[in-house]
């Protein structure tokens, strides 16, 4: 039995879903392949650029094909706004790397130090001088990224006066502990280190 699909059909229906699906996976691939770039993970990044480049080809090579379709070249380029917000949700969701947050406290630290001890989180206390000319503690936290929204649930709730900033850490010195509580369970363990 042969299947028939009407050309009108397929030209302005099918074959731009295919293109979009393509190029949602292509531009996803590509969004977490540079995050893991930033964060040294050249193998991982090798990998999923492999992947990219494959599925690059085919949709690239279906819009090049069929230039006069405007279907396929808008749902090409519909694809990529899409590939890249949901590249940026999966990466968020795999939660790779470590950052560092920086908690800058007018208030008496202890509490705090205690508390985020007693979580596993590993601080450095620092005193400093505000703009003001009023004395700060400045607590730097090494987190691992899949720890992170304990960290930012615990100081939002218990300590809103509180300011911290956070940013990514490129590379850390190897077997270097920064977090002291036994490490949640995860499929993707080996990926987040």
Same mark, same amino acid.
């Given at each position: 039995?042969?299947?028939?699909?009407?050309?009108?059909?397929?030209?302005?229906?099918?074959?731009?879903?295919?293109?979009?699906?393509?190029?949602?996976?292509?531009?996803?691939?590509?969004?977490?392949?540079?995050?893991?770039?930033?964060?040294? $993970?050249?193998?991982?990044?090798?990998?999923?650029?492999? =992947?990219?480049?494959?599925?690059?080809?085919?949709?690239?090579?279906?819009?090049?094909?069929?230039?006069?379709?405007?279907?396929?070249?808008?749902?090409?380029?519909?694809?990529?706004?899409?590939?890249?917000?949901?590249?940026?949700?999966?990466?968020?969701?795999?939660?790779? =790397?470590?950052?560092?947050?920086?908690?800058?406290?007018?208030?008496?630290?202890?509490?705090?130090?205690?508390?985020?001890?007693?979580?596993?989180? =590993?601080?450095?206390?620092?005193?400093?001088?505000?703009?003001?000319?009023?004395?700060?503690?400045?607590?730097?936290?090494?987190?691992?990224?899949?720890?992170?929204?304990?960290?930012?649930?615990?100081?939002?709730?218990?300590?809103?006066?509180?300011? $911290?900033?956070?940013?990514?850490?490129?590379?850390?010195?190897?077997?270097?502990?920064?977090?002291?509580?036994?490490?949640?369970?995860?499929?993707?363990?080996?990926?987040?280190?």
């Amino acid at each position: 039995m042969e299947i028939v699909v009407d050309p009108v059909l397929f030209s302005w229906v099918l074959l731009p879903l295919i293109i979009l699906i393509a190029r949602i996976i292509e531009t996803s691939l590509k969004t977490i392949r540079q995050v893991y770039i930033t964060k040294g $993970f050249k193998y991982l990044a090798a990998g999923i650029g492999t =992947g990219e480049v494959s599925v690059w080809l085919l949709s690239t090579g279906l819009v090049i094909t069929n230039l006069t379709n405007i279907m396929c070249i808008l749902t090409y380029i519909v694809g990529y706004v899409i590939g890249t917000i949901l590249g940026i949700d999966i990466e968020n969701r795999l939660k790779v =790397g470590n950052v560092i947050v920086r908690v800058i406290t007018k208030a008496n630290p202890e509490p705090m130090i205690v508390e985020l001890r007693e979580k596993g989180f =590993g601080i450095t206390r620092l005193e400093g001088t505000g703009s003001y000319g009023s004395v700060v503690s400045v607590l730097l936290v090494l987190v691992p990224r899949h720890e992170l929204d304990e960290l930012l649930n615990i100081l939002n709730r218990n300590y809103p006066g509180a300011i $911290f900033s956070i940013e990514d850490i490129r590379s850390l010195k190897e077997n270097v502990s920064i977090f002291y509580k036994e490490r949640k369970k995860s499929l993707l363990k080996w990926i987040q280190r």
